[in-house]
């Protein structure tokens, strides 16, 4: 079984920081793309940013000069530092990654999500 942990969510005034974590833990033989993704109230899921095995990093525009997603392929951990933050970037921030088992299958993972919210 494999899951995905996150951490760093929180309260913010707008133009504050925060970083956010994601662990992935259990049967894993590689760990692909790694990302973030944020749903807003009433909002559809988006992604925000996502890195490759490779370092190969994916922004959303309006997080881009703002945001920046990193990882530590030892550890099986994907953050994201967010840098002066927007009452917009208010939301539940998911962590999802694409993980090959022992099997040889890659298999979908999401992480349960962290509320960040922004205050104007």
């Known amino acids: 079984q494999v899951q995905l942990v996150e951490s760093g969510g929180g309260l913010v005034q707008a133009g504050g920081s925060l970083r956010l974590s994601c662990a992935a833990s259990?049967?894993?033989?590689?760990?692909?793309?790694m990302g973030w993704y944020r749903q807003a109230p009433g909002k559809q899921r988006e992604l925000v940013a996502d890195?490759?095995?490779?370092?190969?990093?994916n922004y959303a525009d309006s997080v881009k000069g703002r945001f920046t997603v990193s990882r530590d392929n030892a550890k099986n951990t994907v953050y994201l530092q967010m840098n002066s933050l927007k009452p917009e970037d208010t939301g539940v921030y998911y962590c999802?990654?694409?993980?090959?088992?022992?099997?040889?299958?890659?298999?979908?993972?999401w992480g349960q999500g962290t509320q960040v919210t922004v205050s104007s």
């Open positions: 259990g049967s894993i033989f590689r760990v692909n793309a």
């Open positions: 999802n990654a694409a993980i090959m088992r022992f099997d040889g299958r890659t298999y979908d993972i």
């Open positions: 890195i490759t095995s490779s370092a190969r990093t």
